[in-house]
């Protein structure tokens, strides 16, 4: 906050928070004015801060709609609203919750980046899929809200309707694909009513390989999903046909499906980035492994990512070691700038012992609320940060926390979370054994589900403590996610209680080294050239292969595509590799062209060639032997000499004009010990 130019309203909430203004005031910079009850009799102070025309943060968020209605008259005033109340000053612990007080005050003011959006159009075109009554009950309701075809699988006696308001066709979808505004549907057992249906409701002659494509689907089969995480997939309601509420619920919410809808973009990707896969071999497929929804598949070298299935849990850019895949709400650098601002303003002001509390809107939130309400609140020491999905966060953004001098990091999810959470666990343990390794504490990252507030807070409570640095980090992150996190990680090595060089890592981890079988490499670059964030790398000038640790993502693309599979990882953080310029794998000396004296090949490998041709192969012999020199050349003189020389290099011996017996003897021998099959 810039204190010259913004004013900070704080509130005792009509005294029921024990705020200490000393506190905020260390911490914020700003013109303090503190009130018993600023949306009521003190709301005067607010319009007096308005009049002065400088940027207000008001720590209230309940009243924010009031506030923003008395400042409809000064629209060039920016207003900012944070909770200190349910967040802090409502809790057992509130008098010492100043410091934490000035955090969420300073972090509140760091500006997030705006959020990209993806529109799915309706025109209402709906597919209502059933077996029996209960999906044409449920056609009748919707027939004056969406253009309604219905769909049973193995129907059995329906009674045949009087008027065919809606088409009722006879199928099993075998596939589907797709989302609100575009969804196709393959469909075997496809046939048609008869028009003749007497008592019960027939069928005409069936078929498969239909295709049906729609807006929106309704599930009432009673079947399996259509969908991985169905859940989560716009457009598509499913609801148990023996579940009458359910029913109800997923009537009423597909009668709504008309028109346009945004939602967020959830993931930046660069396809130049991604380490899925070089020449038709498969390097990385961690995201392939966790997206809940199958909005990733394969694409080619990278994977392509289908922005209007994404559900946005994040796990993809958690995972993702290139960056390729990065979150956007917000991105990696905007949310690490707020726990930057959090974390050194609470110890500016005064506090000891930061715990991060990461928590999303939709759980996280209620559960923080009602534990302020109606439990002993949040401890003093846990700064609560509010994210979309905490299976968004990578291990940059809890190693940043113990950067910057927290000293510990809590995830909390549903007890039965919305979202796969395997990535978020991988991503927690490596993070735990990394600080521990280097001296923050062990256990200090921890994922805490549960939906009992009170369970909440003894769960917190029962956090180890863990050790804060004494020289905590100050960068400002910023940039594409890769490089956020290497600096992270070497700000997180500095600020270390007890650095060690090397961290062994599990199977899986985004960094690590490559170890070299030299005797075996025959320096073909077969890596190199495989190897998608350059890592792995040659030398122009000679023959050479170089390795940059902090580079490798442990892809898997050089040990799988190595010809003479040499090459093996190492899961590990290593920072003094890191720190340490290109290390050179394998050397050779070159070979020089005989004809031009340029360097190609290596010399053992053209003396290895060389060795093997003469071995009285009937090719290079006698007068043949010239042949030699051609291998002695680079390509472009090889092909010179082969052209001015006019000599075919497969050729056989001339055969002469009249054989001997000796000669077709001899003829018959080459023939046979001949391996290129040439003559």
Known sequence: MNGAKSRLLICTCEKTIPLDAQAIGRGCAANLTQANQLCGRDVGQFKAALAEGEQITVACTQEAPLFKEVAEDFPQVPLTFVNIRETGGWSKDAAAAGPKAAALIAAASEEMPPISLVTLESGGIALIYGRDEVAIDAAKRLADHLDITVILTKPHDLTPRAVNEFPVLKGTIRNARGYLGKFELDIDDYALPSPSSRDKLLFGTARNGATSTCDLVLDLSGGLPLFPAHELRPGYLRADPRDRAAVERAISDASNLVGTFDKPRFIHFEDSLCAHSRSNITGCTRCLDLCPTGAITPNGNAVAIDPNVCAGCGSCASACPTGAASYSLPSVDALMRRLRTLLHTYRKAGGENAIVLFHDGDHGEPLIDALARFGDGLPANVLPVRVNEVTQLGSEAVAAIFAYGGTGAALLTRAQPRHETAGLQRTADMSATIVAALGFGAEVVRIIQTDDPDQLRTMLDAMPAGVASENPASFVPRGAKRGVLETTFRELHLAAPAPVDVVPLAQGAPFGGVHLNVEGCTLCHACVTACPTHALSDNPDRAMLRFTESLCVQCGLCESTCPEDVITLEPRLDFQAWNAPLRILKEEEPFH???????????????????????????????????????????????????????????????????????????????????????
């Not at 360097?599 to 060389?610: A, D, H, K, N, W």
């Not at 007068?623 to 390509?635: F, P, W």
């Open 593 to 679: 062209c005989i004809a031009c004296g340029a360097p190609f090949g290596t010399r053992s490998s053209i003396e290895r060639v060389l060795s093997k041709l003469q071995e009285k192969h009937w090719m290079f012999e006698g007068a043949n032997a010239r042949r030699l020199d051609v291998i002695k050349m680079c390509a472009d003189c090889r092909v010179e000499a082969v052209v001015n020389e006019s000599f075919d290099p497969h050729a056989g011996p001339q055969r002469p004009p009249v054989m001997s017996t000796e000669d077709y003897l001899r003829e018959r021998e080459v023939k046979k010990n001949d391996p290129f099959g040439s003559r």
